[in-house]
């Protein structure tokens, strides 16, 4: 298994600050993050379909988390909170970069969403549990994963979704991920470092170290004409569902 670092600290401070220096830009759909407002509605539609399954909710429903609680961890400037708060739950975003948490928060609150933004790491912030727990493209960026993943497991209460995305680890992913897309400008270059993305084989291993049945795994891929899209491809990026095995 990679990142066997045994550091307390999970999160690299040079990635906070990386992410951090594009708060300011993170809002613009065709700014430097304009690749993840463009993956959010597929990683929205996974995530919706797993907490009709998961909680047994109406899937026309227009509130499905209402009387939830809800944690996004690494929420950057707010793009997955913001959607989770309108879906009914009880949102909190916690994220390691002051600048992040600072144009979330202001982001909300000019949108009349009442959202709790929380700065650090999420093993030394008191906050209890949750109903859901979303952490997407954050797990690549930590020095140890399996320090995180016990961090995030912690947070969740008991029957609780746990949902996460991250790149894979594939000969295709270091050509298209982190080659093509830096060089084209798709991603701003530095997002990416291929030696620390993490296989869907060996993030099953460490959440069923942890406790955790996978529910669901859906590859998020790319094609002409359909853009991104959820697929059985996992050769770029994947996206899963877990839940505390019975």
């Not at 996974?46 to 109406?58: E, L, M, N």
């Not at 690494?74 to 992040?100: H, K, M, Q, Y």
């Not at 790149?167 to 295709?172: D, G, L, S």
């Not at 982190?178 to 997002?191: F, L, M, N, S």
Request: glycine residues 10%; contains cysteine.
């Amino acid at each position: 298994m990679r990142n066997a670092n045994t550091s307390d600290v999970t999160i690299r401070p040079e990635e906070a600050a990386f992410f951090a220096d594009l708060a300011k830009d993170w809002w613009n759909p065709k700014g430097k993050m304009a690749s993840l407002h463009q993956v959010n509605p597929v990683r929205l539609a996974f995530i919706r379909s797993s907490v009709d399954a998961h909680f047994g909710t109406d899937t026309h429903g227009i509130r499905p988390l209402s009387g939830k609680t809800a944690l996004d961890i690494g929420c950057g400037a707010g793009l997955v909170c913001e959607p989770l708060s309108r879906l009914g739950a009880e949102v909190t975003g916690v994220d390691a970069a002051s600048d992040n948490v600072a144009a979330a928060s202001a982001h909300a609150e000019a949108g009349g969403l009442n959202i709790r933004y929380m700065l650090g790491e999420v093993a030394g912030l008191d906050i209890g549990t949750f109903d859901l727990v979303t952490s997407l493209e954050v797990i690549e960026h930590v020095a140890d994963k399996r320090a995180f993943l016990r961090d995030v497991a912690a947070r969740l209460a008991p029957g609780g979704l746990l949902v996460l995305s991250t790149p894979n680890r594939t000969a295709a992913s270091r050509v298209l991920l982190v080659g093509a897309a830096e060089a084209v400008g798709y991603v701003p270059k530095g997002t990416h470092h291929w030696e620390d993305f993490i296989t869907p084989e060996e993030l099953e291993e460490l959440l069923t170290e942890l406790g955790f049945e996978v529910t669901e795994r859906r590859g998020i891929a790319w094609r002409p004409g359909k853009g991104l899209h959820l697929s059985d491809d996992e050769a770029l990026n994947y996206i899963l569902s877990a839940r505390k095995a019975r």
